[in-house]
Structure formats: structure tokens, C-alpha cells
């Protein structure tokens, strides 16, 4: 089945550590999106790309890092410079330019202790 | 600036009907979607207008008045598993979506 695999679903980390959170999609799709999802906030970019080895960054990218290597990946590390990571993180893809209609994966609730 | 204003709750009854509104300020607009939000989980993509106009899709419709920066999502015949939480998204200048908060829809039977 086609569709969009993001892990772990659950992470926790200590302060300092930088973590990767996975996400792969066999749906053929160039597009890919990383959202970060808060309590009472709406869905807000952290970084996209449109098309392998190439990305922007989103409305908040600072303490985050991606890469673009292959078609099907686009792996995001949050890092120890993010200074509020506790968040739920929602991976998405989409097959049109120019689109809203997304494909989200299952996400990963990151907790940091 | 880029603004989204939509009600943070509302609850109906199993069988109803229940409208959600949206309203938008966005740099641009390329139309206007809605997103399905079980809680815990991803959205999953409902409908879109582009157009002014109402979009049915079976017991989903939606609306969309460009002039008045407004939208909203209909449902009918109410059932249990909408409990859930619809995530209003324009389609700014950029091509990417401005999100809301969401409204929680609490159904009660």
C-alpha cells in the first residue's frame, strides 16, 4: 500500500541531544512538508521541498535541519539550538505543484525531558 | 499579516447537521481547504473550493466567499466517528497553507 511511514512514533530526549526524526513515502510524490504541531496552534512549516537535493525553510526552521537525498526521504534532526522541541511533528507529501491537498504521515510525538 | 479565525469548540447531536466558519486573511489566496483531525492523529485531507461557491462531497460540503474572506464546512447526518477536530487551511501567494487552530466538533448522541 502506498502511503507515508514517519519514526518513531514516540521519542524522548534530554536536553542537548540532537534527534532524526524518519519519513519515507512510496507514493512517487516530489513534494515533501515537515510540520510541527503545538496545543491550540495550527499546523506550522518548518521546512519543505519541492524536489530532491533542494529545500526551503519554513515559518520556523531555526533548531531544525533536513536533507533531501533520495525522492522517497526527507529525514528532519531537531537539534539542541530548538529551544521549546516538545512538540508533535506531522511529515507530509504531495504529488501536484502548486497544491494544499497533503498527505500526512502517522507523526512523531518528540518529548524532551 | 496572515490571520485565521475559526471556533475553538463546538458540539452537536448524532444525526444533526453542523456548520463550522472560517475566516481568513492570507497574503495571496489559490483556495481554501479543509482537514479532518482524529485526536492523536494526522489530518486527512476533506475538501477544497477554489472557486466562490459550495463544493458537495457526500455528507461534506463546503463554502467559499472570496469578497468576504470566509469559508465554512458542512456536515450532515451526524455520526459518532466525526468527533474530531477541522483544520481550516488557505492556500496563500506561496502556494503553502496558512492552518488554523482547528475546531474541536464534540458529538453527543
Known amino acids: 500500500d502506498g502511503g507515508i511511514t514517519q519514526s518513531p512514533k514516540y521519542l524522548f530526549r534530554k536536553e542537548g541531544q540532537n534527534v532524526t526524526l524518519s519519513c519515507e513515502q512510496n507514493?512517487?510524490?516530489?513534494?515533501m512538508y515537515w510540520y510541527r504541531q503545538d496545543p491550540g496552534q495550527g499546523l506550522r512549516l518548518i521546512y519543505y521541498?519541492?524536489?530532491?537535493?533542494?529545500?526551503q525553510k519554513g515559518d520556523i526552521a531555526e533548531g531544525y535541519s533536513v536533507s533531501r537525498e533520495k525522492k522517497e526521504s526527507f529525514p528532519l534532526t531537531v537539534t539542541s539550538a530548538q529551544k521549546n522541541p516538545t512538540a508533535f511533528y506531522l511529515c507530509?507529501?504531495?504529488?501536484?505543484?502548486?497544491?494544499?491537498?497533503?498527505?500526512f504521515g502517522e507523526g512523531s510525538r518528540l518529548t524532551v525531558l | 499579516g496572515q490571520n485565521i479565525d475559526q471556533p475553538t469548540e463546538m458540539t452537536a447531536t448524532e444525526g444533526a447537521i453542523v456548520q463550522i466558519n472560517c475566516t481568513y486573511q492570507?497574503?495571496?489566496?489559490?483556495?481554501l481547504f479543509w482537514y479532518q483531525q482524529h485526536a492523536g492523529e494526522a489530518p486527512t485531507f476533506l475538501s477544497y473550493n477554489v472557486l466562490d461557491g459550495l463544493e458537495e462531497k457526500g455528507r461534506f460540503s463546503s463554502f467559499l466567499s472570496r469578497s468576504k474572506g470566509y469559508s465554512y464546512l458542512l456536515l450532515k447526518e451526524l455520526q459518532m466517528k466525526d468527533s474530531a477536530s477541522y483544520l481550516c487551511?488557505?492556500?496563500?501567494?506561496?502556494?503553502?497553507?496558512?492552518w488554523g487552530a482547528g475546531t474541536k466538533l464534540i458529538i453527543k448522541p
Open positions: 487551511a488557505p492556500l496563500d501567494s506561496n502556494y503553502q497553507l496558512i
Open positions: 521541498s519541492q524536489i530532491v537535493n533542494d529545500f
Open positions: 492570507t497574503s495571496g489566496f489559490n483556495g
Open positions: 507514493l512517487n510524490h516530489d513534494a
Open positions: 507530509a507529501s504531495s504529488g501536484l505543484a502548486h497544491t494544499g491537498e497533503l498527505f
